[in-house]
């Protein structure tokens, strides 16, 4: 059983930085894709950056040059660097583990970004 465990949210002035950390553990699946997905006040979850376990990323236009995601394949944990933060960045932001017959969700951690 996949289990994911969020941390490193918070309130962050705009322009500030934050850095997400997200830990799986029960995982046997060596391919697998991690990522991180938000939710904003009145908004749909969106996807917001993806990386494969050979290391290939994808970040959502909106994040592109500012956030950055990355892993670590040794301690099963993938990380989100959110550099220039926006107000409209506010959301909860939750992981999200796949692989073959297998999607898991973190619980979410809360990123507030102050004008």
């Known amino acids: 059983q996949v289990q994911l465990v969020e941390s490193g949210g918070g309130l962050v002035q705009a322009g500030g930085s934050l850095r997400l950390s997200c830990a799986a553990s029960?995982?046997?699946?060596?391919?697998?894709?991690m990522g991180w997905y938000r939710q904003g006040p009145g908004k749909q979850r969106e996807l917001v950056a993806i990386?494969?376990?050979?290391?290939?990323?994808y970040h959502a236009d909106s994040v592109k040059g500012r956030f950055t995601i990355s892993r670590d394949s040794a301690k099963n944990t993938v990380y989100l660097q959110m550099n220039s933060l926006k107000p409209e960045d506010t959301a909860v932001y939750y992981c999200?583990?796949?692989?073959?017959?297998?999607?898991?969700w973190g619980q979410g951690t809360l990123v507030t970004v102050s004008s």
């Open positions: 029960g995982s046997s699946f060596r391919v697998n894709t």
């Open positions: 999200n583990f796949k692989a073959i017959s297998v999607e898991v």
């Open positions: 990386i494969t376990s050979d290391g290939s990323t």
